[in-house]
Each structure stands twice: as C-alpha cells, then as structure tokens.
C-alpha cells in the first residue's frame, strides 16, 4: 500500500467575520483578520491518498486524473477570488482554514467516486498551509 501526497498552491482573499458575534467582538476575537477590506494569503494545499501499486502502470494513483478533480474543484473556484464573497458556501460560514479544509474535503470526497471509478486510491486527508506558522490537518474519514 503506497501513501501519496500531491501538493497544490492558490491566492485567495477572505475577511475573518463571525455573523454569531457582535462587531466588537469580531474585532476583539479575529484582530487584524477582521479588517473589512479582506485580506490575502498564498495557500498550501496537500491532498493525501492511499492505495496499492497497480502492476500495469506502476502506479497508485494517476496524478494527471487527480490533478484536474483539484483544478476544476478548488483550484479554479479559489484561486485569485474571496473567499467570502465567491464562494457560496463561505457566505455565512467564517473561512478560516479549519472551514476551508473542511470545504475542500468535502469537495474532493462529493467528486470522488466519478473521478476513480475503482475501489482505489481513497482520500485520506488533507493540509493547508495559510502561514508559513500554520498547517491544518483534516481526514477524510471526519467529514460526511
Ligand atoms: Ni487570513
């Protein structure tokens, strides 16, 4: 069984802003972050997969078919955009990258089963670096 991970980049913008707290509290909880006119980073995104070497191809994974469910679910719909506006689910959920990560896994696991038709690889997880101080970490297994 081989673990893969394919690393991912994207710009996005985002405000961080809880529609469940006041103004006051928005500020003191989010800081600088809070700012209304949003605020940029250069995103790290890894997509961890598991699988068993196929013998025909050598392979666990077809890098190019996972590649292009990236494009067309995160990369395109996020990169160069904010988050809060452009992105319906961000409308009201604040898009930390907790809710990002989230988000992402959520979109990979809708789209996966049309994407590899067999049994492998599966999702395993996900990180996304927003800082070069942060990495966040989420499972596949952890999300519906
Ligand atoms: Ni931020």
New binding site residues.
């Given amino acids: 069984m081989f673990h893969v991970t394919r690393r991912y980049a994207f710009s996005a913008s985002?405000r961080?802003h809880s529609v469940a707290l006041s103004e006051e509290a928005n500020r003191a909880l989010y800081g600088k972050?809070n700012n209304p006119y949003g605020?940029?980073?250069n995103y790290i995104v890894e997509v961890s997969v598991r699988g068993p070497l196929d013998p025909a191809t050598g392979r666990a994974v077809d890098t190019g078919v996972l590649d292009e469910l990236v494009r067309s679910q995160i990369l395109s719909p996020f990169d160069h955009h904010n988050l809060n506006a452009e992105v319906a689910e961000f409308a009201e959920v604040v898009p930390t990258s907790e809710n990002l990560g989230f988000e992402i896994c959520r979109r990979l696991k809708r789209n996966w089963k049309r994407t590899f038709a067999g049994e492998w690889p599966v999702l395993e997880k996900i990180r996304i670096g927003?800082?070069a101080r942060n990495i966040f970490e989420v499972g596949a297994h952890e999300i519906e």
């Fill in positions: 985002h961080l972050c605020h940029g980073h927003e800082t």
